[in-house]
Structure formats: structure tokens, C-alpha cells
């Protein structure tokens, strides 16, 4: 694979997991904060925590994943991916660092909404969405999916 390939297969790949994590949030935090006391309310309640539970599971399961597809399927693009990311160590930083602005616009958002807090409860408040509701976002993913070739010696 080549570097430009690499580029256009980790952008397009970026957008669709911010879209899938935009989407599970709103989807979760829909269903889970309805207004209280409208028909169905519990029911809409516990649908929500179990979207929510469920695509946590599901994001920081997808570096696993993720190898054991470019393991088995050893000719697909997301094979090369995996192999581009493994063999090439002085490209770990760079794509750490992009792979944090796609974060950026999201940390942003979170830190302009408690910008009248203390900075200690600011930063609680900062790291728990972040973390916990955002799943750590893209730059977790690829922490773990360089944990996990690491781990399985790719």
C-alpha cells in the first residue's frame, strides 16, 4: 500500500467511525434522557443503556476485530492497512497525531461548555464525557489497534 492509498483509506476510515460513534451517542442519549413520565419512558430508558453499553462494548472490541479481518482476509485493503501501520514504526507518531485531531473538534465542544467552572471540576467534568460518553473516540482506537499488533506481532 502505498502512502497516499494509506492516507485516503485512514481518512475515509476515520469519518465513518466518527460517524458511527456520533450516531450511537445520539441514538443512546435520545432513548436514555427522554423526558421523564412520557409513555414508555423505563422502557425507552433501558433500550438506551443497552445501545449505549453496546457500542462501548463494540468500540473498544473493534481493534480485536479489526486484526483478526486483515488476518483473515490477507489480500484486503484493510490487511494492507494493518501491514502499512505494522512495518512502518516512524509513522506511529504522525498517525497519533492525526488520528487526535479528529478528536479535537469534539474535546473543543466539551471544553466550551464548562468554560465557568473551577478548572478542577472543568477537567472532571471534561475527562468523564470525554472518556466515558465519547469512548475515548479515535485516538483510543488506535492506541489499542497499535496494542494489538504489537500483541500479535503482525
Known sequence: M??????IFFNIFNILLISFIIFC????????FDIQGSPGSDIRFL???VIFITYITLKLMLPKIFIKWAKKYDKSII???VNYLANKPNIK????????????????YVISQY????????LIYIMTWYTI????????FYLMLYKEIRKNKM
Open 133 to 140: 460518553l465519547y469512548a475515548g473516540g479515535i485516538f483510543l
Open 25 to 32: 451517542v445520539y441514538v443512546s442519549a435520545v432513548l436514555t
Open 93 to 108: 507518531k504522525k498517525i497519533l497525531l492525526f488520528a487526535f485531531c479528529y478528536d479535537l473538534p469534539v474535546l473543543i
Open 2 to 7: 502505498n502512502s497516499l492509498r494509506f492516507y
Open 115 to 122: 468554560l465557568n467552572y473551577s478548572f478542577v471540576e472543568a
Open 79 to 81: 490487511s494492507q492497512f
Open 47 to 49: 433500550y438506551g443503556a
